[in-house]
């Protein structure tokens, strides 16, 4: 198994670069290859005109991806089309494209498991979101009962905003498969029979004050959880009464920076904001009524100190291929220290893949949720 990253600095040096994938690889069948493909900037038709390229040239190859709306620094410029090339002579990847609607999640993740049934040695499943408006825990919940053990992670991409209490979808948000889609999932299952797939979680923001009680809405307009108090005040005011944060315009970018913290299995996850709408505030990932939440605090040389314990424990187990979920909060914190975070873990594996999000899917042992501020 190995891993190859070719990486363009726009949309037409990606065009005319793309043929040097195929003559860079080779492979016994087409599902034994696996297309990871990030693209910043670059619109969905153009995304249109380079899957099309690679399907004249790798035919029938599995590809997933979703587009990227990182913090710019040298390691993701403003326009980038990435992608990277997982090959594995004994293991499969099959895609899978899933069209959901809110309301509708655990019908079509039960739909989904039927698709799946038959397929041998099942050892992870992975994700790509363009759409925040259905119930993203409500979906995988329903698949993680039926295969509890099977590891399953992936990111989503930011697909809409509230603005006056109304949604405003992201046009320029979509998910890659073998159709570009700007409502729906791009899936990959990974089988093998020798294949094994372990989930890391990094999060590194440590609790600070005392608990804060909070009062969830019973209905959400954005992503699983909507917070309408925090500590007997709007949730929004939390903000401002005890950092100084002004609700204006900026205000969530400002609020990126000092994440909430839930104590879960003797685990802190990390939450953000992916929206807000008068005092609420809504989470792509879940909190359940009877939990309490803190501020939480770290420092870039926190998180390159975890990073760098960690990923003495991968290379311990030499893993032969690595893939990474960057929370574009976490990378906005780390601006241009990041660079050293992803030379730890180019010490693990030197053509790793990594992608930017704004919400990472962890499910496997204690980890079980949508995570922010991490990479996974």
């Avoid at 990871?36 to 969905?44: A, E, K, M, P, R």
């Avoid at 990974?190 to 989930?199: Q, T, V």
Wanted: hydrophobic share 40%; proline share 3%.
């Amino acid at each position: 198994m190995r891993q190859i990253n070719f990486t363009y600095g726009d949309f037409y040096e990606a065009v005319e670069n793309l043929h040097n994938i195929k003559s860079s690889v080779s492979y016994n069948s087409p599902s034994n290859v696996l297309l990871h493909i990030y693209v910043s900037n670059i619109s969905l038709e153009q995304t249109e005109i380079i899957t099309a390229l690679l399907d004249s040239t790798m035919p029938d190859v599995p590809r997933i991806g979703i587009t990227e709306f990182p913090v710019v620094n040298k390691n993701t410029p403003k326009n980038s089309v990435r992608i990277n090339v997982l090959i594995a002579e004994n293991s499969d990847f099959f895609p899978f494209q899933i069209t959901c609607e809110r309301g509708s999640e655990k019908d079509v993740a039960i739909a989904f498991l039927k698709q799946i049934k038959e397929i041998e040695n099942i050892k992870g499943i992975e994700f790509c979101y363009a759409n925040q408006l259905i119930d993203t825990v409500a979906f995988i919940d329903t698949i993680r009962n039926e295969l509890k053990n099977i590891p399953i992670f992936g990111s989503l991409s930011k697909s809409a905003d509230i603005v006056n209490g109304k949604i405003i979808l992201n046009a320029a948000c979509f998910s890659i498969g073998r159709k570009i889609t700007t409502d729906g999932i791009s899936a990959i299952v990974y089988c093998g029979e020798n294949l094994s797939i372990d989930i890391k979680v990094l999060q590194s923001w440590r609790p600070i004050g005392r608990n804060l009680k909070i009062k969830l809405e019973e209905n959400t307009m954005l992503g699983s959880t909507a917070i309408s108090e925090i500590d007997n005040l709007p949730a929004t005011d939390i903000f401002h009464k005890y950092l100084g944060v002004a609700i204006d315009e900026n205000f969530l970018n400002h609020v990126w920076f000092f994440p909430l913290t839930v104590n879960r299995n003797s685990e802190n996850i990390c939450l953000i904001p992916t929206g807000y709408n008068g005092q609420t505030f809504y989470f792509n990932g879940r909190i359940s009524k009877d939990e309490s939440v803190n501020f939480a605090y770290c420092t870039q040389e926190d998180i390159i100190k975890d990073t760098y314990n960690e990923t003495k424990k991968i290379n311990d187990k030499t893993p032969e291929a690595l893939f990474l979920n960057i929370c574009n909060n976490r990378s906005a914190f780390m601006k241009e220290e990041e660079s050293r975070e992803l030379e730890l873990f180019a010490n693990c594996v030197k053509e790793f893949c990594f992608s930017h999000s704004f919400g990472e899917i962890a499910y496997q042992n204690e980890y079980s949720d949508i995570l922010n501020s991490a990479s996974v």
